[in-house]
């Protein structure tokens, strides 16, 4: 098994940055990708972002290009999502992702593995 425990959201103003945090632990040798997905309020979840182990190869949604970077710290096994430029919709309950699969993956298919989720709220 593989643990994910997830931090870092809050409440901030539109344009304001946030950074989101996930340490991995347990079985990580069979991970080959860790991503973010999110939940707005009513909406179903969504990809975001997601990274090779490696952290050679990385991709995100069309949404948050340009705004969200994903990155890895291999010696603190630990996967961080840099969040600026927020906006309203932007809200919502991030999540941080493990998989077996390579990191592309994760924009068409369901990671197995899951954090407990960090809310982050923009206000307008």
């Known amino acids: 098994q593989v643990q994910l425990v997830d931090s870092g959201g809050g409440l901030v103003r539109t344009g304001a940055s946030l950074r989101l945090s996930c340490v991995v632990s347990?079985?990580?040798?069979?991970?080959?990708?860790m991503g973010w997905f999110r939940q707005p309020p009513g909406k179903e979840r969504e990809f975001v972002a997601s990274i090779g182990w490696s952290g050679s190869r990385t991709y995100y949604s069309g949404s948050v290009k340009g705004r969200f970077t994903i990155s890895r710290d291999s010696a603190k096994n630990s996967v961080y999502l840099q969040m600026n430029s927020l906006k309203p919709e932007d809200t919502a309950v991030y999540y941080c992702?493990?998989?077996?699969?390579?990191?592309?993956?994760?924009?068409?298919?369901?990671?197995?593995?899951w954090g407990q989720g960090t809310q982050v709220t923009v206000s307008s």
């Open positions: 347990g079985r990580t040798f069979n991970v080959g990708s």
């Open positions: 992702t493990a998989d077996d699969r390579p990191p592309q993956a994760m924009e068409i298919m369901t990671p197995e593995f």
